[in-house]
């Protein structure tokens, strides 16, 4: 199974909750559709920009949702006591039930 590691750190000047955090996700995945309109000329702007400086931005807008689920997971663990390494696990198996992920033999 590949996988894509991405270690992102606790922000430790914010005072993060669900509520704030479930706002910030959603806005920062406006952007990052902003940036995938951009890509497909869906995003009403006559201005064309190169596919290279399109995809940049998509990493970018796609590194801020990250950051933002990073926050709230921190959140979780931090205030509600939730286990996300059994969270994670169940996440895996939900995959393979679905038929979404086969598991290396």
Known sequence: M???II?????NNLSPTIESTAIKLMEEAGELAQGIGKLRGLSGETEKREE????????????DVAQTA???M???????GVDLEQAREEHIEKLV???YLKLDD
Do not use: C, D, T, W
């Open 7 to 11: 270690s992102l750190p606790r922000l």
């Open 52 to 63: 290279k400086e399109v995809m940049n931005i998509i990493a970018r807008e796609l590194l």
């Open 70 to 72: 990073a926050s709230m």
């Open 2 to 4: 590949q996988k894509k």
């Open 74 to 80: 921190f959140v979780l663990e931090e205030y509600y």
């Open 97 to 99: 039930k679905k038929g």
